[in-house]
């Protein structure tokens, strides 16, 4: 009876993690397509994350494709009200202990606000070969060393982001 009991609890453990695995849906990322002119598109990704000070930020990593060409890849920043990040100052992007580079800032290319900041992404993403987070060093004024740290999740949707046409 005792060898019965055994079999019968290896096959309900093993059906379990059969329909755990097998039935479930895969994880889609959060990367939406917006088409801008026929022959123009805009993919990107939203997170909400939150500063070394615990202030919100929305992180938004996006980029335009024209006629199956990348035109750009920028990271674009946007504070809460009351915040102003610094301009012309590149955003430092570090994995670990490790500096990854500087992505230049755009801003003064854009009619945004000074709570948003506007970076040229693309020679950084390039750079990520994992999915380690990343930490990004803001330029805001009046304050010193705010960081910002994009978790795992949000980094491997920034490298499926680089990969989508």
């Given amino acids: ?31 939406h397509k917006y088409p801008e002119t026929a022959d123009r598109v805009m ?12 202030k919100a930020w929305q ?20 504070g809460f009200p009351g915040t102003e990040l610094q301009h012309p100052v590149p955003l430092k992007v570090a994995a670990g202990k490790l500096e990854i580079g500087k992505a230049n800032d755009i801003w003064s290319e854009s009619d945004l606000p000074i709570n948003v900041g506007e970076y040229d992404f693309k020679s ?14 803001l330029p805001v004024k009046n304050q010193n060393e705010t960081k910002l740290l994009v978790p795992p999740f949000a980094v ?10």
Avoid at 156 to 165: F, H, Q, T, V
Wanted: hydrophobic share 45%.
């Fill in 1 to 31: 009876m005792k060898k019965h009991s055994w079999r019968q609890t290896l096959t309900i453990i093993s059906l379990c993690l059969y329909l755990i695995f097998a039935v479930s849906p895969p994880a889609f990322a959060s990367i």
């Fill in 43 to 54: 993919f990107r990704s939203v997170q909400s994350l939150r500063d070394t000070e615990d």
């Fill in 59 to 78: 992180v938004v990593l996006y980029k335009r494709v024209k006629s199956g060409v990348v035109n750009s890849l920028n990271l674009r920043l946007v």
């Fill in 124 to 137: 950084i993403i390039t750079q990520v070969e994992n999915n380690r987070p990343l930490l990004l060093n």
């Fill in 156 to 165: 491997r949707e920034w490298r499926l982001l680089l990969d989508k046409n």
